[in-house]
């Protein structure tokens, strides 16, 4: 399901993305840049949540650290 809108802030190209998958796999990239998240209908809090629901808290603690992916 669609739920998120995102922009390219460079060239202006628009699309929709699933918040879920963009949170688990990245967001959509276009111009060598991520693009920019303008507007979602999904339940953040609950998706994060979800997402890391299963994930070890050592790996948690590295990505918020810059130290590698969820």
Do not use: Y
């Amino acid at each position: 399901m669609s739920d998120t809108f995102v922009k390219c802030d460079r060239c202006g190209r628009q699309t929709r993305v699933a918040f879920a998958k963009g949170l688990a796999r990245g967001w959509p990239e276009c111009c060598g840049e991520t693009m920019r998240l303008v507007r979602t209908n999904a339940d953040i809090g609950a998706t994060v949540g979800d997402h890391l629901a299963d994930t070890p808290l050592p790996r948690v603690r590295a990505f918020f650290e810059g130290r590698g992916r969820i």
